[in-house]
């Protein structure tokens, strides 16, 4: 998994609701594509922060994706209040793509 | 942050409602050209110069090729320079403007009037280019982020606009004498200034962005994607100093042989990023589409035969100036347009239907929203249109016009069924 977290067993079941979230032009899920940055719990507010890029500025699948984390997670953590930020630092790259996207991709 | 509920401000794109009426309008557009080129296919055995060419060439580069890159470029412009666009009101405005005047404009040279109707049509038309002009440079201006594809459409369109003035005043000149010569002396300015100018310079720029984007290739050469923005204008201006200050047809091997090192220099590139890609599979979309580029040097190779022949066979060579002009248009421009018109409108629509009912599978994908097997036949019909249609300008054989140009009636039609399959797209649950 690429994104660092500060609770394993959550983060784990977090990317695990985050796989199914998938960029609809690649076909590719958003965690193996190296969207997610980062996934912060916060136990004494119940929140739940996500740090997330895309793999382009304005990229016109954006708003869909953001969308569906924010639902992915809200639905998995729904005792939570979950908190959506996109960022572009640092911007995607393919490096961030795991091995496991890659074998997809190399399909 | 994004807390639940809140709105996505911060990425949201162009709205939809701006860019399909130049989908829909384009699609049309190519759909009636290939209806007037089958029921005036006598007129492409002679000269270029002739009422029906005139406006089917009209439709082509106005209502075909500009209207859904003007279109497409409202959604992408975002995405390359990093910022919004500025309005969407000016979107609404430059389609109004464009789809009204283009009609008024086609039938005056279908009919060969070239007064009133005709000369506020040509108006509109600058007035549309003028206002996204104006969208386009004030979205630059407040992005802030400088890159050299946004420098290539700023050129570009300021080379359309720079196309439409000339035609508007080529089209007064016919009834007042606005310059020395007649209109048909500055034709071939006038269209490659449109052909290199707008249409070259825009589909390299957003090409070496996209195509690399698409096939998820590792490539990337700035230094390179400057060489191709240097040759092409370099090509464009030693064109318009020898129209005007040369005699010397030979010469204008100069700028070919410069604007033939540009589209070598991108094929070189995009070659490279389909080699350096991460993405195994190229559908079939994005195959038409890097065809497109190949595509680029036949009407090249023609021009460079054209104006060895100039002073040799008068005919031969007129045939082979109207290939040139038709592979322009038919070919090159409308096979990067069949295929990303399957790359981009698509996602549009399915972002209108399904950006509120997540992407987690629930939903039918992008790729989804069109007939597949349309689309095949529509790409083998349209190669055979093509094929046959240019035997039968460089053969002078009307038959095989005909033929050629019901193929192509056959592929447009086609191209329409999937493009408003995909515009009148009803949400469905999988």
């Keep these: 998994m690429s994104a660092t977290t500060n609770d394993n067993s959550k983060s784990e079941v977090a990317l695990a609701a985050l796989e199914q979230v998938i960029d609809p032009e690649i076909g590719l899920n958003i965690v193996d594509l190296g969207l997610i940055y980062q996934i912060d719990f916060d136990e004494k507010e119940n929140k739940l922060y996500c740090t997330m890029t895309l793999t382009t500025h304005f990229c016109p699948m954006g708003e869909s994706i953001v969308f569906s984390v924010q639902e992915a997670l809200q639905t998995t953590f729904p005792d939570y209040e979950i908190l959506v930020h996109l960022t572009f630092d640092p911007p995607w790259s393919h490096e961030r793509i795991s091995e496991k996207g890659k074998a997809f991709l190399n399909q | 942050m994004f807390p639940p509920g809140a709105n996505t401000d911060a990425i949201k794109t162009t709205s939809y409602k701006a860019v399909l009426p130049f989908y829909a309008y384009a699609a049309l557009s190519f759909l009636v050209a290939t209806v007037l080129m089958l029921f005036s296919a006598g007129q492409f055995s002679g000269?270029?110069?002739?009422?029906?060419?005139?406006?089917?060439?009209?439709?082509?580069?106005?209502?075909?090729?500009?209207?859904?890159?003007?279109?497409?470029?409202?959604?992408?412009?975002?995405?390359?320079?990093?910022?919004?666009?500025?309005?969407?009101?000016?979107?609404?405005?430059?389609?109004?403007?464009?789809?009204?005047?283009?009609?008024?404009?086609?039938?005056?040279?279908?009919?060969?009037?070239?007064?009133?109707?005709?000369?506020?049509?040509?108006?509109?038309?600058?007035?549309?280019?003028?206002?996204?002009?104006?969208?386009?440079?004030?979205?630059?201006?407040?992005?802030?982020?400088?890159?050299?594809?946004?420098?290539?459409?700023?050129?570009?369109?300021?080379?359309?606009?720079?196309?439409?003035?000339?035609?508007?005043?080529?089209?007064?000149?016919?009834?007042?004498?606005?310059?020395?010569?007649?209109?048909?002396?500055?034709?071939?300015l006038h269209a490659h200034l449109g052909i290199i100018g707008w249409f070259l310079l825009l589909i390299i720029g957003v090409g070496s962005k996209l195509i690399p984007m698409f096939l998820i290739s590792k490539y990337s050469h700035t230094k390179l994607i400057w060489w191709i923005y240097v040759c092409i204008n370099t090509a464009l201006l030693s064109y318009i100093f020898l129209f005007y200050f040369s005699n010397n047809t030979t010469l204008l091997l100069l700028p070919v042989?410069?604007?033939?090192?540009?589209?070598?220099?991108?094929?070189?590139?995009?070659?490279?990023?389909?080699?350096?890609?991460?993405?195994?599979?190229?559908?079939?979309?994005?195959?038409?589409?890097?065809?497109?580029?190949?595509?680029?040097?036949?009407?090249?190779?023609?021009?460079?035969?054209?104006?060895?022949?100039?002073?040799?066979?008068?005919?031969?060579?007129?045939?082979?100036?109207?290939?040139?002009?038709?592979?322009?248009?038919?070919?090159?421009?409308?096979?990067?347009?069949?295929?990303?018109?399957?790359?981009?409108?698509?996602?549009?629509?399915?972002?209108?239907?399904?950006?509120?009912?997540?992407?987690?599978?629930?939903?039918?994908?992008?790729?989804?929203?069109?007939?597949?097997?349309?689309?095949?036949?529509?790409?083998?019909?349209?190669?055979?249109?093509?094929?046959?249609?240019?035997?039968?300008?460089?053969?002078?054989?009307?038959?095989?016009?005909?033929?050629?140009?019901?193929?192509?009636?056959?592929?447009?039609?086609?191209?329409?069924?999937?493009?408003?399959?995909?515009?009148?797209?009803?949400?469905?649950?999988?």
Excluded at chain 2, 113 to 141: C, E, H, K, R, T
Excluded at chain 2, 264 to 283: G, H, M, N, T, V
Excluded at chain 2, 350 to 375: C, E, Q
Aim: glycine share 8%; net charge positive.
């Design chain 2, 257 to 430: 042989i410069v604007l033939f090192a540009g589209i070598a220099l991108f094929a070189k590139y995009i070659y490279q990023a389909i080699r350096e890609r991460l993405r195994r599979q190229i559908d079939d979309p994005m195959k038409i589409s890097i065809s497109a580029v190949l595509m680029m040097g036949i009407p090249i190779l023609l021009l460079i035969l054209a104006i060895g022949l100039l002073s040799f066979i008068a005919k031969a060579n007129m045939s082979l100036i109207l290939a040139y002009g038709f592979l322009i248009f038919f070919g090159w421009l409308t096979a990067i347009i069949l295929g990303m018109t399957f790359k981009t409108l698509p996602f549009i629509v399915w972002n209108k239907v399904y950006h509120r009912r997540s992407a987690m599978g629930k939903t039918p994908t992008p790729k989804d929203l069109f007939n597949h097997t349309i689309f095949k036949f529509m790409g083998i019909i349209y190669i055979a249109g093509l094929l046959v249609f240019t035997i039968g300008i460089l053969s002078h054989f009307v038959l095989l016009l005909k033929i050629g140009a019901a193929l192509l009636v056959i592929a447009a039609f086609l191209y329409n069924i999937n493009v408003f399959k995909i515009i009148t797209h009803q949400p469905v649950e999988k």
């Design chain 2, 47 to 188: 000269h270029y110069f002739q009422p029906h060419t005139l406006a089917i060439t009209h439709i082509m580069a106005l209502g075909w090729g500009t209207m859904i890159i003007l279109g497409a470029s409202h959604q992408l412009v975002p995405v390359i320079i990093e910022g919004k666009l500025h309005s969407e009101r000016l979107a609404y405005a430059s389609f109004a403007l464009a789809a009204l005047g283009i009609p008024l404009l086609v039938r005056g040279f279908f009919i060969f009037d070239m007064g009133g109707p005709a000369q506020w049509g040509g108006i509109l038309v600058v007035l549309a280019i003028g206002v996204y002009f104006v969208n386009l440079g004030l979205s630059i201006a407040k992005s802030k982020t400088e890159n050299i594809q946004a420098i290539y459409i700023f050129t570009a369109t300021a080379w359309l606009l720079l196309t439409s003035i000339l035609g508007l005043a080529l089209l007064y000149n016919f009834s007042i004498p606005l310059f020395s010569k007649d209109s048909l002396h500055y034709l071939p």
